[in-house]
């Protein structure tokens, strides 16, 4: 039978965990410990034991909504993209995984509700579970083709706003952690501001972020300048193992004509994949026309989720509905669109 025990924080084996091929960045010690000081939660790290015999490991963290008891891995609002399992080759599937997870979420650790989404998921076929499932579709570039068969597949128009900006002076440059958080912040506040919106986080998020991620070299900060030497937009990319992601970019409204999104893209795509790694996932479902146009082959990666009540889990769709579908109404009295264009905006 397949077990879970949750391991005390201290004694957590960071560096095995890491070794691990299915690693993302989301699951590392410092992500885990951004979720737990942006959530007010307590990170979770279990490992699975199937007979005896190690199996693999389980992250996530633990919050309260209204007094329930969450298990999230990750959890709506968290700008976390994919946590879930690590597991080692030829012991167990993650249909296993998941019906043990369910078990010891509502049995061992109180649980009310849980959520898990997991990057492999995709890539294991129909699981088996009795928990919820919904995917959000999105987008994945493959990093192990050359940079030209990569551009090739963009189009037309992506990349010729790439070289456009390229040849009208505008450049891109990574940045140190000093202050970019704000920078960035200010730039998000003009982005929404076009939906007649605000942010759904506050700067010190992305504070704790930078602060966290970014001395362990697994997030990429970088900055575009128009000619004139004017910071006109950011851009966050983690990365980590096989996989970077793209959390989220800023731009000034004013500076449009510039294309500086395309050029922080191609960047942060050359310069993950010059560190080895092979996927750059575009995250979330907001933004697709935007994503699209850089050539990545369209992905739908299932997420599970599940009450110890099914009461709970009719509030939690119906709170979820409620809140994007209000934004949505209200940019489009205002004459927007709502998209969220990357997980910064979840």
């Known amino acids: 039978m397949l077990e879970f025990h949750t391991i005390p924080w201290d004694h957590v084996p960071w560096d095995e965990l890491d070794r691990f091929a299915d690693r993302t960045v989301y699951q590392t010690r410092e992500w885990l410990e951004f979720i737990g000081e942006t959530q007010h939660g307590t990170p979770v790290v279990a490992e699975l034991r199937q007979e005896g015999a190690l199996a693999g490991y389980f992250s996530g963290a633990l919050i309260r909504k209204l007094g329930v008891k969450i298990l999230g891995s990750p959890f709506p609002g968290w700008t976390t993209g994919y946590i879930g399992f690590n597991l080692l080759p030829d012991t167990i599937s993650r249909s296993q995984a998941l019906q043990g997870l369910r078990r010891w979420a509502f049995g061992t650790m109180g649980c009310f509700h849980l959520e898990v989404s997991d990057l492999q998921f995709w890539n294991e076929g129909t699981l088996a579970s009795q928990l919820k499932r919904q995917a959000s579709p999105s987008y994945e570039s493959d990093l192990t083709q050359t940079e ?185 009295l205002r004459g927007y669109r709502y998209q969220p264009s990357s997980l910064s905006g979840e």
């Open 148 to 332: 030209e068969e990569i551009l090739s597949r963009m189009r037309k128009s992506c990349r010729w706003s790439i070289r456009k900006a390229e040849k009208s002076g505008v450049t891109v440059e990574e940045a140190v952690a000093a202050g970019f958080a704000d920078e960035y912040y200010a730039q998000l506040l003009d982005v929404f501001a076009r939906q007649g919106l605000k942010p759904t986080y506050g700067v010190e998020r992305v504070r704790a972020l930078v602060r966290r991620l970014h001395p362990t070299g697994h997030l990429l900060l970088l900055r575009v300048r128009n000619p004139e030497g004017r910071n006109i937009a950011t851009g966050i990319y983690p990365g980590f193992n096989q996989w970077a992601h793209f959390w989220g970019t800023a731009s000034l409204r004013a500076e449009q004509h510039w294309q500086p999104n395309e050029g922080l893209h191609w960047y942060a795509m050359r310069y993950w994949k010059r560190r080895g790694v092979q996927h750059f996932d575009w995250g979330g479902a907001g933004g697709r026309s935007f994503k699209e146009k850089f050539g990545g082959a369209p992905v739908a990666v299932p997420s599970f989720y599940g009450s110890k009540y099914r009461a709970f889990s009719i509030v939690r769709n119906g709170a979820r509905e409620l809140y994007y579908g209000g934004r949505r109404v209200i940019g489009r």
